[in-house]
């Protein structure tokens, strides 16, 4: 059931197949006789340093990918002073987690309802230290996930026959996450906060961005764009990054890859518009190709559950070192000694 949730995507899987296949056709192109000797894998974003080129897109009940995965996340930020995008539907309480990443936190939002709870968000976001929001705005609606569907998947548990034997069958998570305390949507164990994970949020429109803009005086980032007139209006309406992205193919089966998208986009608004790009991400060459296709900064999503589920923090660590360590040997195939950071440098390593 965790697996499925995990893995699982929109319809018949079409979006997220096409998202990967999008990616390995995206060429790079290699140089001789360079001297990349050195190179700098750091790209600032905002107030964090950017150790690394990546960062931690904003996931829902990490936890259930291993007990305290949220932490796990929250500690390798610090440690790279990268941005770890916290779910307004996380596991641990986002002020636990801003602190755990030593402020290297984004908090993710999303709008439900009539809007109430979500405004209340905002000032505990506030309260708590964050200086960036990020406004997911591609789930007016769960996406349909079969997968999901089949297994009962629900938050919090609903456990019926069907997931006892579920559990039964997999002792190692069951025991641990039992001896952890099972997974809850932490945020809203307040009173007057309640979520409901299937709500409609269909009720957002262009006059609630307004008034968020009014009321989140730190920086806006707007996550789930891949329309370029969409891109355009938010950039007009004084959104201050955009976050390309279909939702890892979650949303909408017949959703076109965002990675090309995110090269439209980077025409449309413009060279020095910041742009981040999530979706298909599995290893460092994808990284570098976001960078070639426009993104100013990438962020990784469930490939990063799937590394604390196989091996805990130190799995996390060994995927993150691995993927620095094909990032940098992706960036000497192309005769570069840092990631592009303009349209030129961008340019430079497309075919």
Not at 320 to 349: C, F, H, K, Y
């Amino acid at each position: 059931m965790v697996f499925d949730y995990i893995d699982g995507a929109a319809g018949e899987g079409v979006a997220e197949a096409r998202n990967l296949a999008a990616l390995r056709e995206v060429e790079l192109q290699p140089r001789v006789l360079v001297n990349v000797a050195e190179r700098d894998l750091s790209v600032p974003v905002f107030d964090h340093a950017g150790h690394a080129p990546f960062g931690i897109s904003p996931m829902g009940m990490c936890n259930l990918s291993g007990p305290g995965a949220d932490l796990m996340l929250a500690r390798i930020a610090a440690k790279c002073q990268v941005p770890h995008g916290v779910s307004t539907v996380a596991s641990t309480p986002m002020e636990e987690i801003i602190e755990a990443a030593e402020g290297h936190a984004w908090f993710q939002l999303y709008f439900s309802g009539d809007g109430s709870g979500t405004a209340k968000l905002v000032e505990r976001a506030k309260a708590a230290g964050y200086k960036t929001l990020v406004m997911t705005l591609d789930v007016p609606e769960v996406g349909r996930r079969p997968r999901e569907l089949r297994r009962g998947f629900k938050m919090p548990f609903r456990i019926g026959p069907m997931q006892f034997i579920d559990f039964a069958l997999h002792p190692i998570w069951s025991i641990s996450t039992l001896v952890a305390g099972a997974p809850e949507l932490a945020n809203f164990k307040t009173e007057g906060f309640t979520f409901d994970r299937a709500e409609s949020r269909a009720a957002a429109d262009w006059d609630f961005l307004k008034r968020l803009r009014d009321q989140w005086d730190g920086t806006l980032v707007a996550k789930g764009v891949a329309h370029v007139g969409d891109a355009e209006r938010l950039k007009a309406e004084g959104v201050d990054a955009i976050q390309v992205s279909t939702h890892g193919g979650r949303q909408l089966d017949s959703a076109p890859p965002p990675i090309l998208a995110l090269r439209a986009i980077r025409d449309a608004v413009g060279p020095a518009y910041p742009l981040f790009y999530d979706t298909g991400l599995r290893s460092g060459e994808d990284v570098v190709k976001a960078y070639a296709m426009g993104a100013d900064f990438v962020f990784f999503g469930r490939a990063l559950q799937f590394a604390i589920a196989a091996g805990g923090e130190a799995g996390l660590a060994r995927f993150w070192d691995l993927t620095m360590e094909e990032v940098g040997l992706t960036l000497a195939q192309l005769g570069q000694t840092r990631l592009p950071r303009s349209n030129e440098e961008r340019i430079s390593i497309l075919p």
